[in-house]
């Protein structure tokens, strides 16, 4: 978990979110966290979701938490917990005959960080939440409705702290498909406002991949073009070919100046390795991984 300082956003996140689908979104979102709602962004891996979140967290101005969400996660994280035993010793043996021992065990409390968000009223982001337990989740359900956090197991005099009213929430997720993700709960979902997020269009892809590598725009087109034709190779939506595969080219093709060449040989490779594990993510059982490494390396001669 990380608590992010307050900054504006850069250059390249401005001009991607002055498109009309995201200023339109983020407008949308900054009005339901307003009015109290969580929002929750889900869509396939890769395409901006936890940026935008993150973006629009810092509109808010409130000190940002970003939680990421996993198997391990548990309340004792979030709430915190008594974690061990602080033990002080006096042994005194002023006198030669006289031997005193006088110990004091107190047990330490580690308050967990949404036990601060939410009593000073932080914008937080659970990025993947549907990574974490269920149970572990349903924490939220009692911040969401009641407005409280219960201050489960932890034995402290208080059984909850009150939500502080400039508390707020945005969630990602990944849709159910994805490897390693719950089913989120029904419970849940229905205090949120969920809006689905898409691929960005080509154009803002490449100002993004050129922005963050100072690549020409020729070359990071034909690297993003690259990614999107083998992403339309798949059989099914749990695709991970996105704008950070296009990134990750681009950021390698720049640090040792690869030719940006479908016929050169370190261009195929790196296309092969950032786009085959992928691939065969969302192909069918049946294609051979010789078939997808064809596939792939007839989309890279394209380049
Ligand atoms: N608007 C943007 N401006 C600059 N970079 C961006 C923008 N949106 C996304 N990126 C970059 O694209 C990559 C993927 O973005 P991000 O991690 O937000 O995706 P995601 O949808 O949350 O992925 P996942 O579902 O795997 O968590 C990151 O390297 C991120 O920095």
Redesign the pocket.
């Known amino acids: 978990m990380t608590i992010l300082k307050d900054s504006t956003s850069?250059q390249?996140?401005q001009d991607?979110?002055n498109d009309p689908y995201?200023k339109s979104l983020i407008q949308r979102s900054l009005r339901y966290l307003k009015t109290g709602y969580p929002v929750h962004?889900t869509?396939?891996?890769?395409?901006?979701?936890?940026?935008?979140?993150?973006?629009i967290a810092k509109q808010r101005q409130r000190p940002v938490l970003l939680i990421n969400g996993n198997k391990e996660l548990s309340n004792e994280d979030l709430i915190g917990a008594y974690t061990g035993y602080r033990r002080k010793k006096l042994n005194d043996n002023f006198v030669r005959t006289v031997h005193k021992i006088e110990e004091n065990i107190s047990e330490e409390w580690v308050q967990g960080r949404l036990y601060e968000a939410v009593k000073e009223g932080y914008t937080v982001v659970y990025?993947?939440f549907t990574r974490s337990q269920p149970e572990t989740n349903n924490l939220f359900l009692s911040i969401l409705e009641e407005k409280i956090l219960p201050l489960y197991g932890t034995k402290r005099t208080a059984s909850h702290i009150d939500v502080h009213p400039n508390f707020s929430v945005i969630f990602?997720?990944?849709p159910a498909e994805y490897a390693g993700v719950y089913q989120s709960q029904d419970a849940l979902l229905d205090r949120m406002v969920t809006l689905p997020?898409e691929y960005?269009d080509e154009e803002?892809e490449v100002a993004?991949v050129m922005?963050?590598t100072k690549l020409r725009k020729y070359k990071a087109e034909a690297i993003v073009q690259f990614v999107n034709r083998v992403r339309n190779l798949c059989d099914n939506d749990i695709a991970?070919l996105?704008?950070?595969s296009s990134?990750m080219i681009a950021q390698v093709v720049e640090k040792y100046d690869i030719k940006v060449d479908g016929n050169d040989e370190e261009f195929q490779d790196l296309c092969m390795d950032i786009t085959l594990f992928p691939l065969r993510s969302c192909s069918d059982e049946s294609e051979s991984i010789d078939d997808l490494r064809d596939k792939i390396l007839a989309e890279c001669r394209e380049v």
């Open positions: 850069n390249t996140q991607v979110y995201f962004f869509g396939p891996s890769g395409i901006g979701k936890t940026t935008l979140a993150l973006h990025d993947e990602t997720s990944n997020v960005m803002a993004i922005k963050k991970s996105s704008l950070r990134l």
